[in-house]
């Protein structure tokens, strides 16, 4: 079946430095989506991306669909303590009933 | 606006017990709803998932099923439950099949 492959799978990073994470795919899908988790919680979507190529931002979140559409990234930039969780990517399947298959998620802890 | 609910929040059942956890959205119709189940914070697993009223669509052999019973109601069941069944279970939905949007899941520990 249709696989993601995230990493890292996870980060520790200082308060203020620059996050990025990525997720690739042998299967080409048509919508890369980017979730947060956080500790007894649903995932919340973040970014949506429809688009070969697109590069689209979401306050200090920056997401882009790979121009092969087998991958896709997501930057944060200046991170603060709030950021703490899990990060999943999530790419929509091409046939069928629109599933989504989710990578196995980044976890991010951010030392103050 | 969209809200969707699940219920129980947390639930504890003994092996070989009945389950029945209820998800519910608003605010939308014609949704298409899943149910994932979440082991150890990683990794989600699509149980199920339906496109309207009685049409249930499983992913994984297992001991569970699903119903909808209406159109903004999904319902994931067991007649007997197995330790394996723990984990925390998520109902989402979508509309056109897009961006999916989850609710706030359920703990469930079988002991």
């Known amino acids: 079946g249709q696989q993601l492959n995230q990493s890292p799978q996870s980060m520790f990073i200082q308060e203020g430095e620059d996050v990025s994470m990525n997720c690739t795919s042998s299967?080409?899908?048509?919508?890369w989506l980017w979730y947060k988790q956080e500790p007894g919680e649903g995932p919340v979507l973040l970014i949506a991306?429809?688009?070969?190529?697109e590069l689209t931002s979401n306050g200090r979140l920056t997401a882009q669909f790979g121009i092969t559409r087998k991958d896709s990234f997501l930057n944060i930039s200046a991170s603060i303590p709030s950021d703490v969780g899990i990060y999943f990517c999530?790419?929509?399947?091409?046939?069928?009933?629109?599933?989504?298959?989710f990578g196995q998620g980044t976890r991010l802890t951010i030392n103050p | 606006s969209q809200t969707i609910h699940q219920w129980p929040a947390t639930l504890v059942q003994p092996v070989g017990s009945p389950l029945s956890l209820e998800c519910t959205v608003e605010?939308?119709?014609?949704?298409?709803l899943y149910w994932y189940r979440q082991a150890a914070g990683r990794g989600l697993q699509l149980l199920f998932y339906?496109?309207?009223?009685?049409?249930i669509s499983s992913e994984v052999p297992q001991n569970l099923s699903a119903s909808r019973p209406q159109d903004r109601q999904f319902i994931l069941s067991s007649k007997k439950l197995l330790l394996s069944d723990s984990g925390f279970y998520l109902c989402?939905?979508?509309?056109?099949?897009?961006?999916?949007?989850f609710g706030p899941g359920t703990r469930l520990t079988v002991t």
């Open positions: 605010g939308t119709s014609n949704p298409n």
């Open positions: 991306l429809y688009k070969a190529g």
């Open positions: 299967s080409i899908f048509n919508t």
């Open positions: 339906s496109v309207g009223i009685g049409q």
């Open positions: 999530a790419g929509l399947t091409v046939q069928g009933a629109q599933k989504l298959v």
């Open positions: 989402a939905w979508s509309v056109l099949g897009n961006e999916q949007y």
